[in-house]
């Protein structure tokens, strides 16, 4: 069965990310578990969830998002803020630990996105980036935080 381009791009980004992630395992950089490399990387992506939202979103109980959120902090991958508005409510935000391992993933979508540039005209990276921006905003409600 053939693949759309969609999710050739998709996969091949993903690859690269769950690649780096076993390389940090195994040469003790990072020290997380996968499980523990994908929520945090999910808290990430959410924006400064509470706990609720993290599990909710997630599909686990309370109980069980506020172990894997304990052991992210006690690990310094994340930190809980107390809101400004309703002191009873805290976020989870991602510490600089976190960007120092995972800037490197972040990398390889910059050298993409420059051979992206390089290789279309000005006009058709733009139509391109209003492409993705349109997937983004208006195709995967579902991922929206």
């Not at 909710?56 to 310094?76: D, E, M, Q, R």
């Not at 009873?88 to 991602?94: A, D, G, P, W, Y």
Request: charged letters at 30%.
């Amino acid at each position: 069965m053939e693949r759309s381009a969609l999710s050739e791009v998709f996969g091949k980004f993903r690859v690269h990310y769950y690649r780096d992630v076993f390389n940090r395992i195994q040469n003790r950089e990072l020290s997380l578990t996968t499980v523990e490399a994908y929520c945090v990387e999910i808290i990430h992506s959410l924006g400064c969830p509470t706990i609720n939202e993290f599990a909710s979103f997630i599909g686990i109980s309370s109980p069980n998002a506020t172990y894997k959120v304990n052991s992210l902090i006690k690990k310094g991958y994340v930190q809980k803020v107390q809101s400004e508005t309703d002191k009873r409510e805290f976020h989870l935000q991602v510490t600089e630990r976190y960007y120092k391992y995972w800037n490197l993933s972040e990398k390889y979508f910059d050298i993409v996105e420059n051979r992206i540039k390089n290789s279309l005209s000005g006009e058709e990276y733009e139509f391109f980036n209003k492409i993705m921006k349109k997937v983004s905003d208006d195709l995967m409600p579902e991922l929206d935080p």
